[in-house]
């Protein structure tokens, strides 16, 4: 793998650029690899790297029906925190955090990881009961977190209103401090090239058609460009995975839901952290090029069009303005959707599923974005060893039948 | 003892009463704002407001009903009125019935006799909601800016009335002359549908009457 | 020297109205009619902008919305500042202030040029991901510079004193564009009687029409367009918007408009009017005549001021009256295009050469440029412009397209204006916002729309249809068709006569060969706004990015605020040669709302501030405001929190609210609380399904406390439920839950249950609802009522009719505090009324109001729970010690009941509430406070449970709290504790959750 | 913004006035007692999730109160047709399949 650094960049620029190596090969698909991932998003491309590098498996594919990173990791906005309120999801994404804050250098390809700060605004007092919670669970698994008042709030946060004068006044917020943003592509691509260079081949333009198996366990898939035979398969095709799971013959606790995002027209630095509210309902940072990226919730009915109805937008906007009355006379320049797969406890799934050596890694919902070092680093120890990841285990479909869920918006209502 | 609780609610006319929109003192707007305003508001208060459920394709249903309020069942999305009384369909087995002030209770009785032995909900809601009529030449410009209901004259012929969007809430929308419509309103949502009507009814002038 | 770059006459500008205006701190005139883009090319202005990446200086290169340059900051106070304004689609107004938004210390000197001269080579795309890396602390570092040269324009400093609203628009034909397709269209659809909508970002209708050299019968094509203005202003139906974008296509035909409606006046809306306003159309059809853009050939140095469109060179002296430059090269691979020459031509300036990529073009325009004597040089491109700040030459080149070669060393001409033009792309942003995939038409080099599902027609250059006969027909055509398929019988119109032409094809051309290769030539720039090059496009394709999708999120092709209007295609049409593919196999990005950018607050409407959301009040929140009350947002009702008196703070106030509670009687406005009136025969049996406990026994005039779930065993809300007659009840739910609980009970009648005899009606607002509560209470009621008092006639959990102070009631003796209570309930327009009466004859007792807060510290005294604060959804009956609320042997599988039988629900283990009493007396357990049984453990801990409530109670002595621990019923007398985040540990001992009164003497006297 | 046609009112309203309740035709268990745990999971969790058509449940929380069913094609979003609760979809995914491409019927009338 072709290193790189300033002093490269120096290097080819004598050159005009013209020697730059490609960063992935474009390779024609083997008989039978030892793991195929069928999904070549962020959280696939990190199960590929994470088994090469961390379980010396490097005969993996990688299998994209589009392009690399072009599902949710494009569609995201990106933020990036581990403050959850149970157990079993701290953990998992304070794994991830770890990941992340090591992995421009791991990955030697610079994902702009920025620990500029997340912000959960509390507008009731049951607001401020659950943030105290998680707040005080986060601490004691960890986690970096506070829960401030509304002068520090205000305080640390230019231009916020908040004052008593709004529908719902802030009441306080809780900050974790090394949560923050990173350029989502970038993460496709800095484990696409890493992936590949330990040798796994990342097969795109090629679509799953079905799940081939003998004896109750899948022998490999079906795929428009013809069969290709694996000993494990592991499934992470977010927006995509009841489709999956369709293919493989059963069902999932999940929907696939529109998720919308806006970002206005790039604009000089005025946010400098993430906020977020979930009584008024929007969310907000600001990217280094400059635009505003903008969020809310999800689209209430099934729907894979990766678009969702105006009213949506319409909503988070005012309570972006409701925030900052400022951006008042900031204008939207594009707005787009996801399709994030939820499940009942908005918790994902990382499960053996009915079909032996088939894996399901999905229903991430809203917050997949934040956890795919993590996701992938789990994922791929439970396909190197054919057994859950601690970490991953308690994420187990079971748990929708026995009722050991984990029920993240039952607590602390926090989206994203 | 009856198998439905019927109870006379209103204490009658002496009583201290206050409508939905009692804060915000009409009265005392009467005659202010602009000449020739585009819009002209006014709160028909202290009528009686009675629900009224059943099963619509039951002929004995709507034959009560007739027998006691000499009214038709009105199909969807209409309204029919006798004098002071209007029975607006709500949905299929729904329909709100508007009294004079105080006519509420007899008037429910008098449909519990017509309807006995059916399986019916007849509920009072005279405290919970109000109307507001709005009229003038401009109401369907407010109309517009605040619901998503097609209020053209075209596919809102007199007579009609929907539930609808409204703002950021919900209610009842009755076109009940050329510029006359009125509004259902709920009371706990009063003040803010009156913030919202003068504020989209400013830039055409608005009038109160009382 | 004023507008020396304005002609003597023409243009449909207003030479009486000077306008005065402001750019850079300097003052200019122009005249009403301009934009700001044409006052300042009359002005000679070269430079509006510096490129964000490389710094290097940038002109006006088109006239109408693709612009990428000149994007300005707007305003001339802190509060009305604008970013990000289109010059080219701003109405000059007197006193407009405007400033680039990059540069330093100004646009015409710019330090970070030099930067970029030098460093710009090491920024090819991608870049940051292969830097800034090392060491790994730095990131944050390098990130503050680089944010720091981000951005075009800045956001106000102040909120923003303007409003926005929506109109909700229904019609049967809402046509996008009124240039001559559209304008055709409108009328057809119109004439027919259909609700016509006809909208248009521009200023005034007539796009092309207002600055073409063709006549319409033979006249100026103009007054066409004033013709058909008139006659569609005299329709009824007929909505005109002019200024007024269409900006995205939304699912069934749902679109937006954005109408700027004071935006040509002044940078604030004149006092009581609208600024902006977005128009939420729902159309039977739509008709698409939004034209197309014309796009630029790529080549060195192509974004040097003085390189402009030749289409929007026509614009400028035709449209304005401007002339942006005086001698002019034009660069073509079409016929169209040579309207730039003639028209350059006709206003006596110089036309020094045309450029033409073609072999031997013979179009009639073609043929009018030679009669006039114009040079014509075939086969040829500009392949270079020079000048350090503006044009100062162009180099001329003989060319093979086909081997993308420059075939001769060509010439040098001097110049200070280039006109290209590459050809037309249709804009076809509205008709693929639902996922349309457009189509590749090799005939006219250009995506047209695909097939899709929605109803509506494309007409005219969208169809890539641009003779303008042709373009009318279409429109016509389109028009009727739409109005048909609406329901109307319509007709086309007539098609005016226009001159006959000879039209020859376009030729494939987009980026221009250069001598020395893409890498190494002069910056070829592609995408203006951000800084992409063909060498950078070129470089993706190198590097692996091969999907379209990949080339514009690895260049940031087309991500600006015109997001590539200009770019796109040429982008495109590099990243296809250098793979090796056609244009259509490499297909287009995905196109998303906006066509161009919306202001945030007109998206929001009316919805802001005040009117952000309903605030729900009850019949008494005047007596509460004027008693001091401070307010609690509960779901969207405003309830009193306490009533603090003069010096209170809030525990001052709640000490003194609770102790009159205990000491004698409180009163509580209780209307907030949702009620539903439940009607039938199978009333009963409904309760029975869907609370935990049984409802079959309740005789009339008792009321019970009953618990729902979900089908999960999860408790989801409570409430107390009287039986008023056999087959009459009424239900109350909490505040927040009111309608969803019916939401949830209708599900189940019209869904599950249909042939349940019962109905439901919410009487929430119906009922104002005042709670007296304390062991005066009876006294108190006494005075006020006909219902007999008696504790006997009267007793616990039942209910009464009767007048209290003169108005009908139903009393309900149910207590929530654990004190003597009644619940005195009537119809609410007379509760004013009964609660002056009640305050009246309260002051001898020391009747004292009290809020939310008191509430909830009573309750939890008295150990009753509030579903939302001791409950989050993950616990059932069992684990709130509630199984007395279990009704687990009624014959109906009610709802909750299989769900709370799970393997992991039926775990011994599971987290229960209990009370919890601080070792320490004094100190408070936070509210949501972790607990573990050893506080020495590491990090991460055992985490067993949290503190739900905690109080300081003053009728206990002690601070108290509620919350739930693991397996804590048996673990009664044990410690747990809590570390703190200041490192302190709170110790508290698990108790029972009853802490006062547990025998309930208090409210059985 | 979707349009939908209710029904009960007999017109097509926009989304705003309804409320999207998830899959339709979920029959709860007669006998919930004597379901598994996994047979109580499915009926409580487990979705068909379909890319394509899809029969839903919505309210027209803002119109008339009831409750009725949608076919809707979840990657178009087009309606195919609304019924009303008790009644069975005139559209389902294996005509689709057999008779495509399929006119959209029904949207805009009763069915």
Redesign the interface.
């Known amino acids: 793998m072709q290193r790189y650094s300033g002093f490269g960049l120096f290097k080819h620029s004598l050159s005009h650029h013209e020697n730059w190596q490609r960063m992935w090969r474009t390779p024609t698909p083997k008989k039978v690899y030892d793991v195929i991932i069928v999904g070549g998003g962020g959280h696939g491309l990190a199960t590929a790297y994470y088994l090469a590098k961390e379980h010396g498996i490097t005969n993996v594919a990688v299998i994209e029906k589009g392009y690399l990173g072009g599902g949710n990791t494009a569609r995201n906005t990106t933020i990036v925190r581990s403050n959850y309120l149970w157990d079993e999801s701290a953990h998992l994404y304070e794994h991830a955090m770890k990941l992340w804050e090591g992995l421009s250098q791991d990955l030697n390809y610079n994902v702009m990881f920025s620990q500029r700060g997340v912000y959960n605004l509390c507008h009731t007092l049951q607001d401020i009961r659950d943030s105290e919670r998680r707040v005080s669970a986060n601490r004691l698994n960890g986690v970096d977190g506070e829960l401030l008042n509304t002068a520090q709030v205000a305080a640390e946060i230019p231009y916020l209103d908040c004052s008593k004068n709004t529908r719902y006044p802030i009441l306080g917020a809780t900050v974790q401090r090394r949560g923050g943003v990173a350029r989502h592509d970038a993460v496709a691509w800095g484990f696409a090239r890493a992936a590949d260079a330990l040798g796994v081949d990342l097969i795109q333009q090629t679509e799953v058609t079905g799940f081939r198996k003998e004896n109750g366990a899948v022998i490999g898939v079906e795929t428009n460009k013809g069969f290709i035979g694996a000993k494990r398969v592991g499934v992470v095709t977010a927006g ?1 995975s ?2 999956m799971a ?1 293919l493989a013959g059963f ?6 839901h529109p998720l919308q995002a806006l970002v206005s027209e790039p604009i000089k630095p005025i946010i400098d952290s993430v906020i977020m509210s979930n009584a008024v309902h929007g969310y907000i940072s600001q990217s280094d090029k400059g635009d505003l990226v903008i969020g809310a919730g999800i689209d ?6 990766q678009r969702g ?3 949506v937008i319409e909503h988070t906007l005012q309570a972006i303005v409701e925030m900052f009355p400022n951006l008042s006379r900031v204008r939207m320049n594009r707005q787009w959707g996801g399709i994030v797969d939820t499940s ?1 406890d908005a918790c994902p799934i990382i499960s053996k599923t009915p079909v032996k050596n088939l894996f399901f890694n999905c229903g991430w919902g809203t917050g997949g974005f934040k956890a795919t070092p993590g996701s992938g680093n789990v994922f791929a120890a439970s396909l190197a060893k054919g057994e859950m990841h601690p970490l991953a285990a308690p994420f187990s479909m079971d748990r ?4 050991a869920l984990i029920d993240e918006h039952g607590a602390a209502a926090v989206a994203h | 003892m009856s198998a439905i609780n019927v109870y006379q609610q209103n204490p009658g006319a002496d009583a201290k009463a206050q409508s939905p929109l009692h804060h915000a003192d009409l009265a005392s707007l009467v005659g202010k704002g602009r000449n020739n305003a585009g819009v002209t508001l006014r709160e028909k208060k202290f009528l009686g407001h009675l629900t009224l459920r059943g099963d619509g394709h039951d002929q004995a249903f709507a034959g009560g009903v007739h027998k006691a309020l000499g009214l038709e069942l009105p199909v ?2 209409t309204v029919v009125a006798n004098g002071d009384t209007s029975l607006q369909w ?3 087995d ?1 329909w709100l019935l508007i009294v004079p002030g105080g006519q509420e209770f007899a008037v429910e009785q008098k449909l519990r006799e017509a309807l006995d032995g059916q399986h019916i909900q007849i509920v009072n809601v005279s405290g919970g909601q109000s109307l507001l009529e709005l009229r003038g030449p401009n109401v369907r410009e407010v109309l517009m800016k605040s619901t ?2 097609d209020v053209h004259p075209n596919n809102f012929p007199v007579g009609k009335a ?4 409204f703002a950021k809430s ?1 209610l009842v929308i009755r076109r009940t002359g050329e510029d006359t419509w009125e509004l259902v309103v709920r009371r706990s949502f009063s003040d803010y549908w009156w913030l919202w009507l003068q504020d989209a009814s400013a830039e055409y002038g608005l009038a109160i009457e009382a | 020297m004023s507008q020396t770059y304005r002609l003597a006459s023409g243009g449909r500008i207003d030479r009486s109205k000077v306008l005065n205006f402001s750019f850079n701190g300097k003052t200019y005139q122009g005249y009403a009619g301009d934009t700001l883009a044409a006052a300042l090319l009359a002005n000679g202005v070269d430079i509006v902008g510096r490129s964000f990446k490389y710094s290097r200086p940038r002109g006006i290169i088109a006239a109408g919305t693709e612009e990428p340059n000149a994007i300005l900051q707007i305003g001339s106070s802190e509060a009305t500042q604008i970013p990000n304004v289109r010059a080219t689609q701003q109405a000059l107004y007197s006193g407009l202030v405007a400033t680039s938004t990059n540069g330093w210390p100004n646009v015409n000197t710019d330090v970070m040029g030099i930067l970029g001269k030098v460093g710009g080579s090491m920024m090819p795309p991608g870049f940051y991901y292969k830097t800034f890396m090392y060491p790994k602390s730095f990131w944050m570092t390098y990130e503050k510079y680089i944010r720091k040269a981000a951005g075009l324009g800045r956001a106000p400093l102040q909120n923003d004193p303007d409003s926005y609203d929506y109109m909700n628009q229904h019609c049967d034909v809402l046509i996008v564009g009124a240039g001559p397709a559209g304008l055709a269209a409108a009328l057809a659809a119109a004439r027919s009687g259909a609700r016509v909508i006809l909208a248009d970002e521009q200023e005034e209708f007539g796009g092309t029409l207002l600055d073409t050299r063709e006549t319409l019968d033979g006249k100026p094509a103009a007054e066409w367009v004033a013709a058909v203005v008139a006659e569609l202003e005299a329709l009824p139906d007929v909505t005109l918007l002019p200024r007024a974008t269409v900006n995205g296509y ?5 679109l937006t408009i954005h109408e700027r409606l004071t935006d040509h006046l002044g940078d604030r809306a004149p006092i009581g009017q609208v600024r902006q306003r977005v128009h ?1 159309v ?1 159309a039977n059809r739509v008709v698409l005549a939004a034209g197309a853009h014309e796009r630029p050939l790529v080549y060195g140095n192509n974004d040097l001021p003085g390189n402009m469109l030749a289409g929007a060179v026509s614009t400028y002296v035709r449209r304005y009256g401007v002339a942006p430059g005086r001698k002019l090269v034009l660069s073509t691979n079409n016929d169209h295009a040579y309207r730039a020459a003639l028209d350059w031509h006709d206003a006596g300036l110089q036309v020094v050469a045309i450029a033409d990529a073609r072999h031997n073009p013979r179009g009639s325009l073609v043929e009018e440029a030679r009669a006039k004597g114009i040079r014509i040089l075939t086969s040829s491109a500009v392949i270079e412009s020079r000048g350090s700040k503006h044009v100062t030459g162009a180099r001329v080149a003989a060319i093979d397209t086909q081997a993308h070669k420059v075939t001769s060393p060509g010439e040098w001409l001097d110049c200070d204006l280039v006109a290209t033009s590459g050809g037309y792309s249709p804009v076809v942003h509205l008709a693929s916002h639902l996922g349309g995939r457009p189509v590749w038409r090799e005939d006219i080099l250009g995506f047209v729309p695909g097939d899709a ?1 929605q109803k509506r027609v494309c007409v005219g250059g969208i169809n890539g249809v641009y003779p303008l006969a042709d373009a009318i027909a279409d429109g016509f055509e389109g028009g009727a068709r739409a109005a048909t398929e609406a329901g109307f019988k319509a007709s086309v119109g007539n098609v005016p006569k226009t001159v006959a032409r000879k039209e020859e094809a376009t030729l494939a051309l987009f980026q221009v060969p250069h001598d020395k290769g893409t890498a190494r030539a002069p910056k070829q720039f592609v995408d203006q706004q951000n800084d992409v090059t063909a060498a950078a496009i070129e470089l993706a394709t190198r590097e692996g990015f091969e999907s379209v999708e990949h080339v514009k999120r690895y260049t940031a092709l087309g991500f600006g605020t015109d997001q590539g209007k200009l770019g796109n295609i040429n982008g495109l049409a590099i990243a296809a040669r250098s793979l090796g593919i056609g244009i259509p196999q490499m297909g287009t990005t995905m196109f998303r709302p906006n066509y161009t950018p919306v202001t945030f607050g007109a998206v929001a409407g009316r919805h802001c501030g005040h009117l952000f959301e309903p605030v729900r009040f009850t019949a008494l929140h005047a007596w509460h405001v004027k008693n001091g009350a401070e307010f609690e947002d509960v779901g969207q009702w405003k309830r009193p929190w306490y009533f603090p008196k003069a010096g209170e703070d809030i525990h001052a106030a709640v000490a003194r609210e609770c102790k009159a509670v205990r000491d004698s009687v409180g009163l509580l406005d209780a209307s907030t609380l949702g009620k539903i009136d439940i009607q039938g025969p199978d009333a009963r049996e409904f309760l029975n399904r869907i609370y935990t406990n049984a409802w079959t026994k309740l005789d009339v005039g008792k009321a019970r406390y009953g618990l729902m779930c979900k ?2 065993g999860m408790v989801f809300d409570d409430g107390v439920t009287a039986c008023v007659a056999d087959n009459h009840f009424i239900m109350t739910t909490t505040t927040g839950g009111a309608a969803r609980v019916l ?1 949830w009970m ?2 189940y009648l ?3 249950w ?1 042939e349940l005899k019962v109905y439901f009606t919410s009487v929430t607002d119906h009922w104002a609802t005042m709670t007296l509560s304390g062991p005066n209470s009876r006294k108190l009621l006494s005075e006020l009522t006909d219902i007999d008092m008696d504790k006997e006639a009267f007793p616990f959990m039942t209910w009464k009719e009767g007048k209290v102070g003169g108005v009908p009631a139903r009393v309900f003796r149910i207590s929530f505090t654990g004190e003597l209570s009644y619940e005195v309930n009537v119809q609410a327009n007379y509760a004013m009324g009964v609660l002056e009466k009640i305050v009246e004859a309260g002051k001898k007792y020391n009747l004292t109001p009290y809020g939310t807060e008191t509430m909830h510290v009573l309750r939890a005294e008295k150990g009753f729970i509030i579903v939302g604060q001791d409950t989050d959804g993950s616990m059932t009956a069992d684990d709130l010690n509630m199984s007395w609320c279990v009704g687990r042997n009624k014959p109906y ?1 009610w709802i909750g ?3 709370m039988n ?2 992991d629900v039926v775990r011994e283990n599971r987290k229960q509430l209990v009370g919890l009493k601080p070792v320490d007396p004094n100190v408070w357990l936070p509210e949501g406070a972790q607990l573990v049984f050893d506080p020495k453990q590491p990090i991460p801990m055992d985490m067993v449970g949290h503190v739900t409530s905690s109080y300081a109670s003053n009728s206990l002595g002690y601070s108290f709290a509620m919350g739930v621990v693991k397996g804590g019923l048996k673990r009664m007398g044990e410690r747990v504790y809590s570390p703190q985040a200041d490192g302190s540990v709170i110790e508290a001992e698990i108790v029972s959750s009853v802490f006062f009164d547990p025998k309930g003497e208090r409210q059985n006297v | ?3 939908i046609f209710c029904p ?4 097509l ?5 309804f ?6 035709h979920i ?2 268990p007669l ?3 004597s ?1 598994s ?2 047979e ?12 394509g058509i ?1 029969h ?2 919505w ?1 027209h ?7 009725f069913n949608v076919t ?1 094609d ?6 195919l047709e609304t019924y009303k ?2 009644e069975k979809p005139q559209v389902t995914a294996a005509d689709k399949q057999e008779a495509a491409p399929v006119i ?1 019927k029904g949207q805009g009338e009763k069915v």
């Open positions: 995509n009841g489709h369709k069902r999932l606790p999940l929907e696939s209430g009915w099934v729907g894979y069009g109805s105006y009213p009942p929708f039948y026995n009722g | 969807a999305l709500v949905g299929p729904e998503s209901y929907v539930g609808t969007v919900q | 939304h699912d069934h035909n749902f939420r729902r599902p089908e999960d939401q209708e599900l019209q869904t599950e249909p599988s009941l299989r769900g799970r393997e | 913004m979707l349009h009960h009112c007999g017109e309203r926009s989304e705003e006035e409320h999207a309740s998830g899959q339709s029959a709860r006998d919930p007692a379901c745990d996994q109580w999971g499915e009926y409580m969790f487990f979705r068909d999730n379909p890319r899809h839903e449940l309210d929380v803002a119109g008339c109160r009831q409750y809707r979840t990657v178009t979003y087009e309606i609760i008790g959209a």
